[in-house]
């Protein structure tokens, strides 16, 4: 084997300091099996405190709004919901979510519904004063059928558009900017229906902010998205609405791995695999999406950027920097002059450095006619940790059940295979590079999978075990722990002490 | 020379000696050729006017071009589409430059830029624009005339019929022992490898791309490469990646001691060539042996200008100019401007003698949607080249400086005070403060 194609995850303090205790998340392991999750509920408020900052460095005020749907625990949303009110609210996508986060400690001031919404989640969030972002104006007719029908009190409601690129185009030639087509929100140039439709409802309903979330990567489309909400924010303005807040919704990011230069060399490894200049990277060739056409690489790769110079904070500081294409102030600029707050929904990057996947190591066999390669079968299938299905390439670490042994340290090529018997149920379909082979009872931690890997696609097929989820908090050299359901953010949490 | 059209004017470019006092380089000539003197600026002339000249002369007025370009392909054929009176549009996600997309425009150029990744992957999504674009080209009723530029062997051909005899005849005849490029569409590093080969097997290829993690306008990074239909491995020797920090040392190489108003990827390659050609040039030593090396500059600097601000600021430096507002210590300001609350700030406005001329310093946009009654608006930019110069009203009329949250106007309460003015005061809290009091705002 040539140089082990690496791809290391990047791991903050307390994380690490998570991993090196392999004594107690092997008794975790042993007491509450495999699958296990882990998390660390501090990390999320710490999280929310660095996002908070980036908002007072550009002297804004508004809210950090956790998305739920990054992570089904307790210990997250209710560590959450002990943060300052003002400063810290919910994102609630579906109608148990919603009563999730009220079970949890948020009251409705403090939770914005979005998303796709029927009746009894309409609802309920009206019934509970929480905000309704309105996903497209036959929400607001059912919405405003029912506070009236029901007696409710007036609704806070954000409308949430989309469709920006269409209303860039300046007189015929000039530069557009294409995007991803979404099926959410309402398109811009369809807001018109919208705004009357606002105007109708009035004693229903109260414009309190608009809101855009675009699924890219790209800030400039982001910088462009919020100049047209606060032209629009002053369109409703002149119409006699009053919407204050301007939602920006997610996808700031995560950064994954720990060195450029590892996620470099594997990708240009890829390219040149899926051209056969040089062996298979992945389980049957796979190639991410990329395939060979006479020589050329064709096709995208499916794959997460996992090696980011900025992400999350960071990021949103870029696009709060960023000239506004138009009014050419930066966008933090344009929206404290318009005397806007700035409401952000971070999901993935909240839960950033937030907990791992624990997996059990079943049995260890070489993998068919390639020497030097094995097939290592875990305590956990692709459903139970799915970073692989999100795109995320990212090496588990290694944890020894009873330290290392001397004189094996040698670096191995391995196929992550789960516990379905089905051909497809692979963990990985990349080969990962580990720094020694691992044995039976070893167990294999996947760190940073609590925004969407961690229990997104978990199910129960084949009747095996769901992954137990468990809160940490460090005490003293030690980590206390307790069961998600049964964390609470007091003083002195339940539970036992490792 | 007299030409019936400026298309007879693309090619012909002059080859160019680098001083060795600059390059350093004992027994190696090194000669650049200079593309960036065709009509259109670049490299990309020859290939786009070879590209598009069949479609061209056979359009009557009919069409768009479309090229997928982020720069000199698409000024080229914007320039060709208009002369014979297509029109033509450019799709890209490279386009990072301001000023080239603003020149584009110019040309009467349309821009489609494709979105950035997804954050949320899809493994299944087939929704990619590029797939549309192309979907959209193979329409029958499309009236798109595509050059494809990264597949098109003219594109090849052109250097091949061009650029590569150009340099066999300037050095009379001869074949450089290097020859070095920039990969982009891999065309003029293909056209002209392929002829100096046919003239002499010995030369030597060597293609640069861009640093893997890096950009440099124009040129690819090794995995881009791949994706290019005209690329081939077996063209290049050696295959090396230059950073963008090279680029830009070479390209101020070339324009500041050699008199190249050469862009960054002409920086790239000479940067490049040298730093490869250096370990060459040692083992020459002593040997008595000269040896030749050509590398192509693409094209100008004068486009360039925002992405050498972004890296290398200080080669854009302005000289200071007098007391800022920005030169004051936050202390300095904190302690030298005068605040005035929000309570007495409406007292003020409405009761004092005289009142005072209330200043906004924020956007047009933002003061048109509201703003305190009777101020007056100065955007911070231009309040700022206002107070260079002196005092911008008279000291006889009180002030009150208001912006968002009170910290820009604060300084410039500062900075006024320092310049002698008696009365100038800084809305604490800003107009937010002022709108969370509850205090009125119009709108006009
Ligand atoms: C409306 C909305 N807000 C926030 C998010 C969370 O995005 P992320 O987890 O990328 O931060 C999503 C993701 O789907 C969303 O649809």
């Known amino acids: 084997m040539d140089v082990p194609l690496y791809l290391r995850p990047r791991v903050e303090p307390p994380l690490a300091s998570l991993l090196r205790a392999q004594t107690f998340l092997h008794s975790l392991v042993d007491a509450l099996g495999s699958p296990l999750n882990v998390l660390i509920p501090e990390v999320v408020a710490e999280n929310a405190a660095r996002f908070r900052a980036v908002q007072r460095r550009h002297h804004l005020a508004g809210r950090v709004y956790y998305a739920h749907k990054a992570n089904r625990s307790s210990s997250l949303v209710r560590r959450l919901a002990a943060e300052d009110v003002a400063a810290v609210g919910i994102d609630v996508a579906s109608l148990e979510e919603l009563r999730h986060a009220l079970g949890c400690g948020f009251t409705g001031d403090r939770i914005m519904a979005t998303g796709p919404k029927d009746a009894e989640f309409l609802w309920l969030a009206a019934r509970v004063g929480a905000t309704v972002n309105l996903d497209s104006p036959g929400e607001l007719e059912q919405l405003a059928g029912l506070v009236r029908g029901h007696g409710l009190a007036r609704v806070d409601v954000l409308v949430r558009l989309s469709g920006f690129e269409s209303a860039a185009v300046q007189g015929g030639t000039g530069t557009r900017l294409l995007a991803r087509r979404s099926r959410f929100g309402t398109p811009v140039r369809e807001a018109e229906a919208l705004l009357s439709a606002l105007e109708r409802h009035r004693d229903v309903v109260e414009l309190t902010g608009v809101a855009y979330h675009l699924d890219t990567t790209g800030v400039e489309e982001k910088a462009r998205a919020l100049e047209q909400c606060v032209l629009f924010m002053d369109e409703c303005r002149a119409r006699g609405l009053a919407p204050r807040a301007l939602d920006i919704g997610g996808g700031f990011g995560v950064g994954y791995l720990a060195d450029a230069e590892e996620w470099e060399r594997w990708t240009t490894a890829l390219s040149e695999a899926v051209l056969g200049v040089r062996p298979p990277l992945t389980w049957r060739g796979h190639g991410y999406g990329l395939r060979n056409e006479g020589g050329t690489v064709r096709g995208n790769a499916a794959l997460y950027p996992a090696h980011r110079p900025t992400a999350g904070p960071g990021y949103l500081d870029e696009l709060l920097s960023m000239p506004a294409p138009v009014l050419g102030r930066p966008s933090a600029t344009l929206l404290l002059e318009h005397l806007h707050d700035l409401y952000i929904e971070p999901g993935r990057s909240l839960v950033d450095q937030c907990g791992l996947s624990l997996a059990r190591v079943l049995d260890v066999r070489p993998a068919g006619e390639e020497p030097d390669r094995y097939l290592v079968r875990l305590g956990m299938n692709a459903g139970d940790m799915s970073l692989e299905e999100h795109g995320v390439l990212m090496d588990p670490v290694l944890l020894p059940r009873g330290g290392p042994a001397d004189g094996e340290e040698e670096p191995v090529g391995v196929f992550l295979a789960g516990n379905l018997c089905l051909e497809a149920d692979l963990i990985t379909r990349r080969l990962v590079h580990l720094p020694r082979l691992p044995r039976a009872g070893d167990l294999l931690a996947f760190t940073n999978t609590a925004g969407y890997a961690m229990d997104f696609h978990a199910h129960r097929a084949q009747r095996q075990p769901l992954a137990r989820t468990v809160a940490v908090e460090p005490e003293g050299d030690s980590w206390r722990w307790c069961l998600d359901e049964d964390y609470w953010p007091l003083t002195s949490p339940g539970g036992t002490t490792a | ?444």
């Open chain 2, 1 to 444: 020379m007299r030409y019936d059209s400026i298309t007879e004017a693309i090619g012909n470019t002059p080859l160019v000696r680098i001083d060795p006092a600059v390059h350093g380089l004992r027994n190696i000539d090194l000669y650049a050729k200079l593309e960036m003197l065709n009509p259109f600026g670049s490299v990309k002339d020859r290939p786009a006017w070879h590209m598009a000249r069949p479609h061209l002369e056979g359009a009557d007025g009919e069409g768009t071009v479309v090229e997928l370009s982020s720069g000199n392909t698409a000024k080229a054929l914007a320039l060709l589409a208009g002369m014979h009176g297509l029109k033509f549009k450019s799709v890209t996600n490279r386009m990072r430059v301001p000023e080239i997309k603003e020149l584009l425009l110019l040309l009467g150029a349309e821009i489609e830029e494709l979105p950035g990744r997804s954050e949320c992957l899809d493994p299944t999504d087939t929704d990619d624009p590029l797939t549309h674009f192309h979907q959209a080209l193979s329409d029958p009723d499309s009236t798109y005339l595509h050059t494809d530029q990264y597949f098109n062997p003219r594109n090849t051909e052109a250097h091949a019929a061009g650029t590569g005899p150009e340099i066999v005849k300037d050095l009379d005849g001869r074949v450089p022992d290097w020859f070095i490029a920039c990969v982009g569409t891999a065309g003029s590093s293909t056209g002209v490898a392929r002829v100096l080969r046919e003239h002499d097997p010995a030369v030597r290829v060597l293609g640069l791309v861009a640093h893997k993690s890096d950009f440099i306008p124009g040129i690819r990074t090794i995995d881009e490469v791949h994706q290019v239909g005209l690329f081939d491995p077996g063209t290049y020797d050696t295959i090396e990646s230059v950073t963008s920090g090279e680029a830009i040392d070479g390209m101020v190489t070339l324009i500041r001691r050699c008199g190249l108003l050469s862009g960054p990827t002409g920086g790239a390659a000479y940067q490049g060539a040298v730093r490869h050609l250096r370990d060459a040039d040692a083992e020459l030593d002593g040997t008595g042996e000269r040896r030749t090396a050509v590398f192509i500059v693409c094209d100008r600097a004068e486009s360039y200008l925002s992405y050498v601000r972004r890296r290398r600021p200080e080669l854009l430096g302005q000289a200071k100019r007098g007391h800022t507002a920005a030169s004051l210590t936050d202390a300095e300001a904190q302690a030298e401007a005068r605040v005035i609350t929000v309570a007495d700030a409406r007292r003020w406005t409405a009761e004092g003698d005289p009142r005072p001329l209330v200043v906004d310093l924020r956007s047009p946009h933002a003061y048109g949607a509201l703003h305190i009654e009777g101020s007056v608006n100065i955007v911070d930019e231009v309040f700022d080249e206002l107070v260079r110069g002196g005092l911008p009203f008279s000291k006889r009329t009180p002030v009150l400086l208001a912006c968002p949250v009170g910290e820009k106007s604060l300084r410039y309460a500062a900075l006024l005070t320092r310049r002698g003015h008696p009365d100038v005061r800084s809305l604490a809290g800003g107009i937010v403060a002022w709108r969370d009091a509850g205090a009125p705002l119009v709108r006009e």
